[in-house]
């Protein structure tokens, strides 16, 4: 598959889990997606480890696109990014954008074979930090 | 070996008396983060710290650089949450810059490259409310050579006291704003603890 991965990460695993089956819907299965969310106990929060796993599930040479909701969400997805050599950490970025917004958008235009670049050009007006 | 900042002994001991005191905290802490957060500040550096203690055999204390990695993976990995990316990320990045030597020195160095990528990871600075506002200073304090630690530890509960009044711009509690204000952050509250009890085992125990 020649398109970007999506990583969907929320403090909560059915929020990760419900909108990446909204993604998946919207991008026909063109695209790998892959969430994780709540912390290894099953509670709400997350876990370095499991971004790192779904990073790894959604490989692709293209990049990866990694979408959080808060504060520690997006903490420990750095943390996992850092564990990637830096010729596959370059290509992982976490996009500043709304979770379900910014991924719908994502997977749609990801499904047409959109760079991590454009996609990131695509989604400066939704920007929630700058 | 005598320069060694803290024997392998002595660091098991002081590991071991610093979690057991957070862990007493940690209805404390939950209640410091429910009056400005999400209320699980307490329950997750206690999950972290009970993940250490049944991990502390396992740990190898021949190297001061490895025993802090080893923290760090620990907290990271069983924590998920903030407090365990953000301490996680300090103690690993302690023990990564330990590797050159293992003198007071060399800790003092190794502090400081941990806070930076703290602050890196958190894209945050002093006087945000957070835990950077006690071990930023007492970092501060250990450069200026002071070596009474019961000194160390009476500044660190000053700092944690002046986040009373400051406004929350990090975290769930910046969302509060000004109703922010006198409220203790629970963050800095852990890191105040962290810091008197590592002084209190060195002491009683040096």
């Known amino acids: 598959m020649d398109n970007i991965g999506i990583v969907i990460v929320s403090h909560s695993a059915d929020v990760a889990a419900s909108v990446a089956q909204m993604l998946n819907q919207m991008c026909q299965n063109k695209v790998k997606i892959a969430h994780c969310g709540g912390n290894k106990e099953g509670g709400l929060g997350s876990d370095a480890d499991q971004i790192t796993e779904a990073i790894k599930q959604v490989w692709s040479d293209k990049g990866v696109a990694i979408f959080v909701d808060l504060g520690s969400t997006e903490m420990n997805s750095k943390i996992a990014i850092s564990r990637f050599e830096s010729s596959k950490s370059r290509k992982i970025a976490i996009i500043d954008a709304p979770l379900v917004e910014g991924g719908l958008t994502t997977a749609s235009v990801a499904s047409c074979g959109e760079s991590l670049k454009g996609i990131q050009k695509t989604l400066k007006d939704m920007s929630l930090y700058s | 070996m005598e320069n060694t900042l803290i024997p392998a002994k002595k660091l098991k001991h002081v590991l071991k008396f610093t ?39 396992d740990i190898k204390f021949d190297s001061t650089a490895d025993v802090f990695i080893s923290i760090g993976n620990t907290l990271i ?130």
């Open chain 2, 77 to 206: 990995s069983s924590i998920g949450g903030a407090s365990g990316a953000l301490y996680g990320t300090l103690f690993i990045n302690i023990g990564k810059n330990m590797n050159t030597g293992e003198t007071v020195n060399d800790f003092i160095i190794a502090c400081e490259k941990g806070i930076d990528a703290m602050m890196v990871l958190g894209s945050s600075h002093i006087n945000q409310k957070t835990m950077l506002d006690v071990l930023v200073p007492v970092l501060e304090i250990l450069k200026e050579q002071q070596t009474d630690l019961s000194e160390v530890a009476r500044k660190a509960r000053n700092l944690s006291n002046s986040t009373i009044n400051m406004k929350a711009e990090k975290g769930r509690a910046s969302y509060l704003g000004d109703r922010s204000i006198g409220h203790l952050d629970p963050g800095a509250y852990s890191s105040e603890v962290i810091v008197c009890s590592i002084c209190e085992a060195l002491n009683n125990h040096g």
């Open chain 2, 19 to 57: 979690v057991e005191k957070v862990i007493a905290i940690e209805d404390e802490l939950n209640s410091l983060d429910r009056a400005i957060g999400d209320g699980d500040h307490g329950a997750n550096m206690s999950r972290g710290c009970k993940s250490l203690l049944e991990n502390i055999d």
